[in-house]
């Protein structure tokens, strides 16, 4: 069965500060992968996704996450964070008609 | 394309009452879907439709709980005899046909149940 894991369930970083979301997934077949955020108060959006091709993908607001296959990882990262990127970030995996979530991890920008 | 609506987004009751949430997918998505989530936790699958029929139920749906779509449009959540479990964010979820292999979901606001 597929499963998703997100280990961190708050992460706190200073603003203009790197940060990185980790995302470990369990599959035994090709895996299509997303990054989703909910900002308070908003429903959830899609941030990137993996299909296939370039492992690398990015999003419009500088995130990017690399999908990993021999660590079956997806980890999310931004080079510098602002203040708008708080949110919480949860990481999914598509299995047949429907998404398999992560718990989510909330990221706290310190000013 | 007005985006995934919900309504309401906040529902106070009394245990024991009846709720029913109603969502309305962007239009020419076929697929729709709903989920619960609670506090700290991610999203979790109740049901979904492919137009007006119900492919798949959740174990997580008791017999308490319904969904129609009945034009293939908006659709309804009903929840009978609600309890204090229920208290959650109810989600609703839709999917166009181009994209229902790869899972991409384009999701409302969510409806907040609190049962007292």
């Known amino acids: 069965a597929q499963s998703v894991t997100q280990l961190d369930s708050q992460v706190p970083v200073f603003e203009e500060a790197p940060v990185e979301l980790r995302c470990n997934y369990s599959?035994?077949?090709?895996?299509?992968l997303f990054w989703y955020v909910q900002y308070p108060n908003q429903g959830l959006q899609l941030l990137l996704k993996y299909l296939s091709g370039s492992t690398l993908v990015e999003s419009i607001n500088g995130f990017e996450a690399e999908f990993n296959k021999s660590q079956t990882s997806f980890h999310l990262r931004k080079p510098s964070v602002h203040i708008s990127d708080t949110a919480e970030y949860f990481c999914?995996?598509?299995?047949?008609?429907?998404?398999?979530w992560g718990a989510g991890t909330k990221l706290i920008i310190k000013p | 394309d007005t985006g995934v609506s919900q309504d309401p987004r906040h529902k106070i009751t009394k245990r024991g009452q009846n709720v029913t949430f109603r969502c309305d997918p962007i239009?020419?998505?076929?697929?729709l879907y709903w989920y619960r989530q609670t506090l700290g936790q991610g999203p979790e699958f109740l049901t979904y439709?492919?137009?007006?029929?119900?492919?798949?139920k959740s174990r997580l749906l008791s017999d308490r709980f319904s969904a129609e779509r009945p034009k293939g449009s908006f659709s309804t959540l009903e929840i009978q005899r609600t309890e204090q479990g229920d208290s959650a964010m109810y989600l609703c979820?839709?999917?166009?046909?181009?994209?229902?292999?790869?899972?991409?979901?384009?999701f409302g606001e969510g409806s907040r149940l609190t049962v007292l």
């Open positions: 979820a839709s999917s166009s046909p181009d994209r229902v292999d790869t899972g991409e979901l384009f």
């Open positions: 239009s020419e998505h076929n697929r």
């Open positions: 439709f492919q137009n007006e029929a119900q492919l798949e």
């Open positions: 599959s035994s077949v090709s895996v299509y």
């Open positions: 999914a995996v598509a299995r047949n008609y429907q998404l398999i």
